[in-house]
């Protein structure tokens, strides 16, 4: 699966930024994407995901203030992140895993190649 991602830029604590993943190359009807966020000298987090059968998961530490959204006609995965603070500063990456439902999974498989994120306070 091919994802690139777009939407990143720089804003101030409270602002608010939507992330956009464009995917292609699905060969299953079933499959689970998410946003994942890494901080520089900090391990790879899991922001949000969403599967085919509708679920979705959050990070506790987004919940309430991020939005993971899925539209199938365009392919495209987005990511709509509200009251932003310093801490959500990272570089973001899209990841897709073919063929299965996010439930259960530790990681996907393919990535992108990342946008940056960066909030100031």
């Known amino acids: 699966v091919h994802l690139v991602e777009s939407g990143g830029g720089s804003v101030q604590a409270g602002g608010s930024l939507r992330l956009s993943c464009t995917a292609s190359?699905?060969?299953?009807?079933?499959?689970?994407m998410g946003w994942s966020r890494q901080a520089p000298g900090k391990e790879r987090e899991m922001v949000a995901r969403?599967?085919?059968?509708?679920?979705?998961f959050y990070a506790d530490s987004v919940k309430g203030r991020f939005t993971i959204s899925h539209d199938s006609a365009e392919n495209t995965l987005y990511l709509d992140m509200y009251s932003l603070q310093p801490e959500d500063t990272a570089m973001y990456y899209c990841?897709?895993?073919?063929?299965?439902?996010?439930?259960?999974?530790?990681?996907?498989?393919?990535w992108g190649q990342g946008t940056q994120v960066t909030v100031s306070s």
């Open positions: 969403i599967d085919t059968s509708g679920r979705s």
């Open positions: 990841a897709a895993a073919d063929g299965a439902l996010c439930a259960g999974l530790y990681d996907l498989n393919d």
């Open positions: 190359g699905f060969r299953y009807r079933t499959f689970c």
